[in-house]
């Protein structure tokens, strides 16, 4: 259910601001590093409070999705007009998700298990990989005590946003 809060934020102009502030960052120094960081993990956490939002809804639209359906087949009701919409249940076949160990079992049931470790190592291999680069986020651990030695060590500099 949108506020008057949240539905005056997601107005089009303030969207389209909102918009060419996020694309417009352009990294030339140190701070402008900083900043895109700082943002970005705004951005995010704003994101998580989103999406917990949403996932609120769709249990609740979820569980009268359920009660709906499960009351036109029980009451024979083919289909419910609502405003410009047609509700009907639509009946459709699900086929099984193939996984790995999916789909190891299937070849194991068919060709033994030798054979099908084999066509597995096969298959796997003329799937391929590609290396991803990708940034990611995780809570910090507490910093290490320091430890004593006798010479100094020289640390790598670390960008934080208290420098």
């Not at 934020?9 to 996020?22: A, C, G, L």
């Not at 409070?49 to 769709?58: D, G, T, Y």
Request: hydrophobic share 30%.
């Amino acid at each position: 259910m949108l506020t008057d809060d949240t539905s005056s934020r997601m107005s089009t102009s303030s969207v389209e601001e909102e918009e060419e502030e996020i694309t417009s960052h352009t990294i030339t120094s140190v701070n402008d590093f900083k900043d895109s960081v700082k943002k970005m993990c705004q951005l995010q956490d704003e994101m998580k409070v989103i999406a917990a939002k949403r996932k609120e809804i769709n249990d609740v639209v979820n569980e009268i999705k359920l009660e709906v359906k499960d009351y036109m087949i029980q009451n024979n009701v083919k289909v419910c007009n609502y405003d410009t919409d047609e509700i009907y249940v639509n009946k459709r076949e699900k086929v099984g998700s193939l996984t790995r160990t999916s789909l190891r079992a299937a070849l194991e049931s068919h060709f033994g298990e030798e054979t099908a470790t084999d066509a597995f190592a096969y298959i796997i291999e003329k799937l391929g990989s590609t290396e991803v680069l990708e940034l990611k986020r995780a809570k910090r651990k507490a910093e290490p005590k320091p430890k004593a030695t006798g010479g100094a060590k020289t640390k790598k500099q670390r960008i934080t946003n208290n420098n």
